[in-house]
Nanobody, 121 residues
Framework: QVQLQESGGGSVQAGGSLRVSCSTSGIINGRYCLGWYRQAPGKEREPVAHLEPDGTTKYADSVKGRFTISGDNTKNTLYLQMDNLKPDDTAMYFC???????????????WGQGTQVTVSS
């Protein structure tokens, strides 16, 4: 059974940095994509970054060059390093496990409970 638990959210001023973490269990290496999503009040949940089983990373245009997704298999932990944060980055950030099939990330199979990131101007 896949379980995901986020931590590390908080409040920061614009231009600052935060790192959020996602502790995972039940993830079989090579069978899942892992990703970060976010949802701001009144908006739909949107993808932020994906980490594919071969280490390939993909980012939403809005965070390219500012956010970095990475994973540590020895710690079963997924990270999202967020630099040069903007007020528009304020949202609940969710860790997700996605299917991996035909060389592509599929739909989300599992969600974490989320961690709040607030960026003030």
């Amino acid at each position: 059974q896949v379980q995901l638990q986020e931590s590390g959210g908080g409040s920061v001023q614009a231009g600052g940095s935060l790192r959020v973490s996602c502790s995972t269990s039940g993830i079989i290496n090579g069978r899942y994509c892992l990703g970060w999503y976010r949802q701001a009040p009144g908006k739909e949940r949107e993808p932020v970054a994906h980490l594919e089983p071969d280490g390939t990373t993909k980012y939403a245009d809005s965070v390219k060059g500012r956010f970095t997704i990475s994973g540590d298999n020895t710690k079963n932990t997924l990270y999202l390093q967020m630099d040069n944060l903007k007020p528009d980055d304020t949202a609940m950030y969710f860790c997700a496990a996605l299917g991996w099939r035909w060389g592509m990330c599929g739909g989300v199979n599992n969600w974490g409970q989320g961690t709040q990131v607030t960026v003030s101007s």
